[in-house]
């Protein structure tokens, strides 16, 4: 099911900072927007040329748009189950622009395929939605739209559009395809302030079943824990009344080894859950930086005198209601302005202590292409990871103890400056436990890590459980949407599962350094080393053979 909105900003600011604050409380996951303020840049915004029409998709994860465009007053974007068209033709053009206009709009709507759901200010008027009388663009409008099968789908007769001193109009439409006009629902123009003189509108359009899909929302998984609200104390005591006896170092089996990794994270989990607070997903729709109680209320405000400027239009007191509600306006336009202001200083300084926080959350939201996780039919998924990760033949491993003699135990201290190598603030892997709270468990019970540790290495075990991985889809911002080269996969594994390959691999680096070392010009999985090295060596060595012979020399390069 997706939920539609529909509004006329009228090049409104004030309209489209409310639009943007508060959609989280109308629930929209497509907006269709006419005369919005400005073309806004974004990802999630798609404009026409003249900047009168667009639509805005507030949460790309939920919608992989395959296919848009657009025309002077039109924008269409093409999702897999329908297509989502946003108009807006101006009062102030004569009849026969119009028709162009509505002949443009027959073109895209012919162009696109499957159902189809049109909407947006049309300026026309027609007693088949409710109006007192037909113009001739409402003529012009229904003759295209009886020529494409077309069905309006407004109910009721509540003007969408309200003017002190003017007239109410109904002019902002809906219309689909018949088959999608049956399963639209809830179709209603919402009694709330806009800070334009058109209301929003807003409805449903469910599968094509007529039924909403199993699962119409995101699922707000339960990822992880709150880590800045941890109660060390509380979590030492969970641990401790978790596991009362430390590891045994003598097992050799895999299935020991797997148990006794189960224990150390089963207890870890349950001090986490004792000590701080779980994390969610985050809320589908948060507020913008700048909303504050005080613009809540001013908000308020100038609904209830914009209605009061309404009904008294034709009275006496009609002119001072209006200006009361002007003023009121005022100053909830004063107000967003100096919140603004006031709260991109404040995250300006937060920069300085915290790089990756807010503001580079707000600065990137201009920058990013679609979203991360682009939902999508679960068998294209399938395809896309398949082509992704290839399945190979599995590799049979033979199992063997390692003696303390040939392998001795990892120490303490190797264990400390690994975890103090992990930077805090990244994200984890499936169990959702993050580097800090592995730094918080080595101030009381660092031997019991230690311990695990040291019997999966005499074991020869690398447990299962460390092997898995979050996948995560990374965008590229070219290509379809749904060909795997269009993605980055980014895999993230269990701290636990790091830590212990960082302690491998050191000891790895310590034993190739013993005898001998890598070559000087391996450049690859070093430290404070990159192929910025490898290709500075390359340009030293094609330029000392230019200058040393009179023939230019040839450069092969593969992957430097």
Not at 33 to 54: I, K, R
Not at 91 to 103: G, H, Q, S, T
Not at 263 to 268: G, K, N, T, V, Y
Not at 311 to 319: D, E, V
Request: hydrophobic share 35%.
């Amino acid at each position: 099911m997706a939920k539609v909105l529909q509004i006329n900003l009228q090049r409104c600011r004030l309209a489209l900072d409310l639009l943007l604050a508060r959609n989280r409380d109308y629930g929209a996951d497509i907006v269709l927007v006419s005369e919005q303020y400005h073309s806004v840049s974004g990802p999630n915004w798609l404009c026409d040329p003249s900047g009168t029409a667009a639509i805005w998709v507030p949460e790309l994860g939920r919608f992989s748009v395959k296919d848009n465009g657009s025309r002077d007053g039109i924008v269409w974007a093409s999702t897999p189950a329908v297509s989502f068209v946003s108009c807006y033709f101006t009062p102030n053009e004569p009849i026969a622009d119009f028709r162009k206009r509505v002949d443009d709009l027959e073109r895209v709507i012919r162009h696109l395929e499957g159902e189809i759901v049109i909407g947006g200010d049309f300026n026309a008027k027609s007693i088949v939605w409710s109006m007192e009388y037909s113009d001739t663009r409402g003529n012009e409008l229904l003759d295209m739209m009886e020529s494409l099968d077309l069905v309006i789908v407004n109910r009721g007769n509540t003007p969408t559009f309200r003017r002190c001193g003017v007239r109410d109009s109904i002019l902002d439409l809906t219309f689909a395809t018949q088959r999608i006009a049956g399963v639209i629902s809830d179709w209603v123009v919402l009694e709330k302030y806009t800070a334009s003189d058109h209301q929003y509108i807003s409805y449903s359009v469910h599968n094509l079943e007529g039924k909403p899909r199993t699962v119409p929302e995101r699922r707000m998984e339960r990822i992880g824990w709150k880590v800045s609200r941890i109660d060390e104390g509380a979590f030492q005591k969970a641990v401790s009344d978790k596991i009362v006896t430390s590891p045994d170092l003598s097992v050799k089996s895999r299935e020991d080894v797997e148990r006794l990794v189960g224990r150390l994270m089963d207890a870890i989990v349950a001090g986490c859950d004792a000590s701080m607070p779980r994390r969610s997903a985050g809320s589908r729709r948060k507020p913008v930086y700048w909303w504050t109680d005080e613009i809540a209320l001013l908000r308020t405000e100038c609904l209830r005198l914009r209605r009061k400027a309404l009904r008294s239009r034709k009275r006496s007191t009609g002119q001072q209601r209006n200006d009361e509600y002007k003023a009121a306006k005022k100053r909830l336009v004063m107000a967003i302005k100096a919140s603004k202001e006031r709260r991109w200083k404040a995250i300006c300084k937060e920069v300085d202590d915290d790089l990756w926080g807010n503001g580079y959350r707000i600065v990137t939201q201009k920058f990013v292409g679609r979203s991360p996780v682009a939902p999508m039919e679960p068998h294209v998924m399938e395809k896309i990871v398949q082509t992704l990760f290839p399945e190979h033949e599995e590799r049979v491993y033979t199992q063997s103890v390692v003696s303390d003699d040939e392998c001795p135990r990892f120490s303490a201290a190797e264990l400390r400056n690994v975890i103090g190598c992990f930077k805090g603030g990244k994200a984890p892997g499936p169990d959702g436990i993050p580097v800090e709270v592995y730094k918080v468990l080595m101030k009381q019970h660092g031997q019991l890590l230690l311990d695990t540790y040291n019997a999966c290495i005499r074991a020869g075990v690398f447990p299962k459980r460390w092997k898995l991985q979050r996948l995560v889809l990374l965008d590229k911002g070219k290509g379809s949407a749904y060909t795997s080269s269009s993605y980055r996969p980014l895999c993230m594994l269990d701290v636990g599962g790091k830590i212990f390959e960082s302690l491998i691999r050191n000891r790895l680096r310590k034993e190739v350094a013993d005898v001998g070392g890598l070559a000087g010009n391996q450049h690859g999985f070093r430290p404070s080393r990159s192929t910025i090295g490898a290709i500075s060596e390359a340009l030293s060595f094609t330029r000392r053979a230019w200058m040393e012979s009179s023939d230019p020399p040839s450069v092969y390069n593969d992957d430097i």
